[in-house]
């Protein structure tokens, strides 16, 4: 799936629930206010704010991931793809499900169909979908491939190799080097989503006064 595909389908599941929002609230408004004038500009609000919020929202949200992604070297699935630098020069790498990836590195590509996944300071161990295992030598730039588990640990001469599945990889690797940011930019989305909706709502406000004042005057 294209960046453009994926946007496009979270935009129809935004609309979908905040129309069901709406709906609800304008239901709500319609029973509770009985003011002709109120219940015109509650029913306004009623039907635009829910769309205002998750639409607001989720443009701010996404702009400011797309700036932690291009400032930490991440990429978090925006569009089809998904990758996390391992260390300088090797990063894992993911199309459309991150439980299947491809190590890449100083952009080459070196094994694909990883599953499982083990990387220390010099040294990339690793699991591929068919049940082989390998080992990456991050120096050398050197890969040595295994039947067997056994076969690894014995020739490798270690017995402490923990794999983990690549989805969690993935998911801690990420938190590690951009999760603080990604939070503080969803805090800074969600407060100045709060704030649109205020002055909008206030400027609401604003206007029917004025219609107000412009009918008694005439």
Not at 84 to 103: F, G, K, Q, R, S
């Amino acid at each position: 799936m294209g960046i453009g595909f994926v946007i496009i389908l979270h935009l129809i599941v935004l609309a979908f629930i905040s129309g069901i929002i709406a709906a609800i609230s304008v239901s709500i408004t319609l029973l509770f206010f009985e003011n002709k004038e109120k219940r015109k500009r509650q029913v306004f609000s009623a039907t635009f704010l829910p769309f205002q919020f998750f639409f607001t929202i989720y443009i701010l949200g996404g702009l400011g991931v797309v700036i932690v992604s291009e400032f930490k070297g991440i990429d978090i699935g925006i569009g089809d793809s998904f990758y996390v630098p391992i260390n300088e020069t090797c990063e894992i790498h993911m199309i459309d499900m991150i439980d299947n990836a491809y190590l890449n590195c100083n952009d080459l590509s070196v094994i694909s169909q990883i599953s499982k996944i083990l990387a220390t300071e010099d040294t990339i161990f690793g699991e591929t979908e068919n049940g082989n295992f390998f080992c990456y030598d991050i120096n050398s730039s050197e890969i040595r491939q295994y039947t067997d588990f056994m076969e690894l640990m014995t020739i490798e001469k270690s017995s402490n190799i923990q794999l983990i599945e690549i989805s969690e990889y993935y998911h801690k690797r990420r938190n590690e080097i951009a999760g603080t940011a990604i939070i503080i930019v969803g805090i800074i989305a969600l407060v100045a989503t709060i704030m649109i909706m205020w002055l909008t709502r206030k400027l609401v406000l604003k206007i029917e006064k004025i219609k107000q004042t412009l009918t008694k005057s005439s």
